[in-house]
């Protein structure tokens, strides 16, 4: 059975950084690509950042040169280092395991303006 437990969300000042930690157990974690997805209130949830089992990586346009997913597989870890952050990326963060369809809990991040 799969588990996922994120990390690292908070409250930061626009400009500040944070980073988002996801820990998989009970899959096979190297083979499967994962992402970062988010929701904010009112709205649907969308792809942030996507790493492969490979390493290559894609991003949305509203994160791109500011986000950075990185993926560890000794631990079975994936990364969001978060810097730059906007207001506009106050939401609930949540982990996904792609090739078993599965999502973390999710973590909120509120950047205050």
């Known amino acids: 059975q799969v588990q996922l437990v994120e990390s690292g969300g908070g409250l930061v000042q626009a400009g500040g950084s944070l980073r988002l930690s996801c820990a998989a157990s009970?899959?096979?974690?190297?083979?499967?690509?994962m992402a970062w997805y988010r929701q904010a209130p009112g709205k649907q949830r969308e792809l942030v950042a996507v790493?492969?089992?490979?390493?290559?990586?894609n991003y949305a346009d509203s994160v791109k040169g500011r986000f950075t997913i990185s993926r560890n597989n000794a631990v079975n870890t994936v990364l969001l280092q978060m810097n730059s952050l906007k207001p506009e990326d106050t939401a609930v963060y949540y982990c996904?395991?792609?090739?078993?369809?599965?999502w973390g809990q999710g973590t909120q991040v509120t950047v205050s303006s």
């Open positions: 009970g899959s096979i974690f190297s083979s499967s690509a």
């Open positions: 790493v492969t089992s490979s390493g290559n990586t």
């Open positions: 996904y395991h792609v090739a078993q369809n599965y």
